[in-house]
């Protein structure tokens, strides 16, 4: 059987590591890995990893002539969303320009292009959200991903947009956070946390994001997937599910409203996904939070290695 090169862009990221060990444990894909700086993953076997600065078009273009990839699936981006807001410029060169180099050099070698975006494209008062919804975004960081997604849709490139709502999980490097681990490693420390009462959300297993990816790039999808968890909850109820999951003291979390808050980017209040076409087309199949939960416990405990024997 003829093998499938895949490329993965942002491997160092949450969902970028998880795409990388979901296609390891497929038969037939050649995985080349790029990401910033050093590889981050603790396993260096069975993948190339080089290092990119997905800024730097020539080297992009090169790394894409080069190894030729069937499939390229992109999720690096600046993903603080307060960070593009206070740095516009930095926000449009890495979330636009770089996918427009990136569809450019895919279109003239023939590889299928996979994007990832956000529910942020939406403004939040009607979630959930269809694909054919009409997007609103109301923030830097959502403008650069609509912008993006405008590119990999346009009749000249192949490739399929999918969008996805706050992940989470467990990444080789911790230093990276999301929700589920900064409730927890915030209680645990015994430190106080805002949490949102007034942004509904549905929380998405990194594992179960990268499966759909990955089908997503096999199957050479087309247009537009929304990829999310199945339940759609408050910032607030999430964290209070983490600390009931985890059995910690929920004294610790303060609830804030967004207007107190007051956060440089503007958030869409309420979105949520309808996932009928990804469990349709990319047989997608969601945790619900609590499985989830499960693995990523699973997941630390196994980080945390044997304790030390009592002697
Ligand atoms: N996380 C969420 O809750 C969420 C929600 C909706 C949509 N998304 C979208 O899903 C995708 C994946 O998110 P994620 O949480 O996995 O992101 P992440 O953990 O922040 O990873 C993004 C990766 O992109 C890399 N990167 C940033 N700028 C780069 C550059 N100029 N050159 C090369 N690499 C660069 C980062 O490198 P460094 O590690 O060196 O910084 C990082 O490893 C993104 O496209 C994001 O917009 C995420």
Not at 59 to 88: F, G, K, Q, S, Y
Not at 208 to 236: F, N, P
């Amino acid at each position: 059987m003829k093998s499938f090169k895949l490329l993965i862009t942002g491997s160092n990221g949450l969902l970028g590591q998880k795409i990388v060990y979901a296609a390891l444990d497929r038969d037939h894909v050649d995985i080349v890995a790029v990401a910033r700086g050093a590889n981050r993953l603790s396993n260096r076997d069975g993948y190339v990893y080089e290092s990119l600065e997905l800024t730097d078009e020539a080297t992009v273009r090169e790394c894409i002539l080069r190894h030729r990839p069937d499939a390229v699936i992109h999720t690096a981006a600046m993903t603080n969303v307060d960070d593009c807001t206070r740095n516009p410029d930095a926000c449009r060169r890495i979330n636009v320009d770089a996918v427009q180099t990136l569809a450019q050099a895919c279109a003239e070698t023939g590889a299928h292009l996979v994007h990832l975006s956000t529910d942020f494209v939406f403004d939040g008062q009607a979630g959930p959200y269809r694909e054919t919804d009409a997007t609103a975004p109301l923030s830097e960081y959502a403008r650069s991903k609509l912008e993006s997604e405008a590119i990999v849709l346009a009749p000249a490139n192949d490739g399929c947009v999918i969008r996805t709502i706050i992940i989470y999980g467990v990444v080789d490097d911790r230093q990276r956070s999301n929700v589920v681990l900064w409730t927890k490693n915030s209680l645990e420390q015994g430190k106080t946390i805002n949490v949102i009462t007034d942004q509904f959300r549905s929380p998405t297993l990194a594992e179960d994001l990268a499966a759909a990816c990955l089908e997503a790039a096999l199957r050479k999808a087309r247009g537009i997937y929304h990829v999310s968890g199945q339940e759609t909850m408050s910032i607030i109820d999430i964290a209070s599910q983490v600390a009931d999951f985890f059995g910690l003291e929920k004294s610790g979390i303060r609830p804030v409203t967004s207007a107190e808050l007051n956060q440089a980017a503007k958030r869409p209040p309420r979105t949520g996904f309808i996932i009928e076409k990804a469990m349709r087309d990319l047989d997608y199949r969601p945790h619900t939070f609590a499985e989830g939960l499960a693995i990523v416990a699973a997941q630390l405990k196994k980080k945390a290695g044997p304790t030390e024997p009592r002697l």
